[in-house]
């Protein structure tokens, strides 16, 4: 999917939002444990009741790995029924993943290639090798950890190094690396402070930005500093959708609460 693609899709939509699909199996309501793939058929009702609300899906991988081979599988038949359903929605595996060279061009294979996901999220920090092999793909982005909203992105993220936050060298050094054009960055949204400084450095480029709702993010205050001409965000909300209801109204709730971030952004996309 193109960017453009993307963009037209907000606009069509009056939504970027993006709903994560965290699917954990003691949280999700019991009477799908009756069902042979109750992961697949968790996230099938929520796609049905969500997809003309929100203009992205981001299975957090971690949470299918747990279940071994039979969480791959769920994995696998969210995303293709995502793509055969909704081509239209920008897919997204939440990975982290980076790797020396030979490592991160297996796992741009399986992500871009065997899973056929829109995109994947990247850590920088093995720097510039680690990246590249996953920006050699046309049409498919790599959003690198850039702000992340956990207690400890200060760490090392805003720390100071030679007079610049790690943070702010790590975006522009990017912008150097070759298809740099493909990538996209995560910016918290408990971050908010900086993200006029980030949209200085990356005027243009997408930020997907986690931590609205449960976490505590603002969405006006996100989308009065990072929002650009072609808007450029999509928020992300998990928990604060998919579990709003633990009964068998839990893809209707979900629906309810999505609709209720999309009618925001509607208003602020007016």
């Given amino acids: 999917m193109t960017t453009k693609q993307l963009t037209n899709q907000i606009h069509k939509k009056k939504s970027f939002l993006c ?31 969500t997809h003309q609300l929100c203009v992205a899906y981001k299975p957090n991988i971690a949470f299918y790995e747990a279940y071994g081979l039979k969480g791959w599988k769920a ?40 899973l056929a996901f829109d995109s994947i ?38 720390k100071t190094v030679e007079g610049k936050e790690l943070y702010k060298q790590v975006i522009e050094t990017s912008l150097t690396w070759e298809n740099s054009e493909r990538l996209m960055y995560v910016v918290g949204a408990t971050k908010t402070e900086y993200l006029a400084e980030i949209r200085q450095i990356i005027p243009d480029s997408f930020l997907l930005v986690p931590g609205v709702g ?20 999509i928020i992300n909300s998990s928990r604060g959708i998919i579990y709003a209801s633990h009964g068998l109204d839990f893809a209707q709730s979900a629906a309810k609460k999505a609709k209720e971030l999309q009618q925001q952004m509607a208003k602020i996309l007016n």
């Fill in 19 to 49: 709903i994560g699909l965290d699917v954990d199996l003691d949280k999700i309501p019991q009477h799908l444990l009756q069902e042979e793939d109750p992961i697949f058929e968790f996230n099938k009702a929520i796609i049905d009741a």
């Fill in 75 to 114: 994995l696998e038949k969210t995303i293709q029924y995502i793509n055969k359903n909704h081509p239209e929605i920008f897919t997204i595996a939440d990975a982290k993943r980076g790797d020396i060279g030979n490592t991160s061009s297996r796992y741009a294979k399986v992500f871009f290639e065997d």
């Fill in 121 to 158: 999220t990247v850590s920088p920090y093995m720097g510039k090798d680690s990246v590249e092999p996953f920006l050699t793909f046309e049409n498919k982005h790599t959003i690198l950890l850039a702000l992340t909203s956990n207690e400890g992105a200060s760490d090392f993220q805003i």
């Fill in 214 to 233: 449960t976490q505590g993010g603002n969405l006006q205050e996100v989308c009065k500093y990072g929002m650009n001409d072609n808007v450029g965000l």
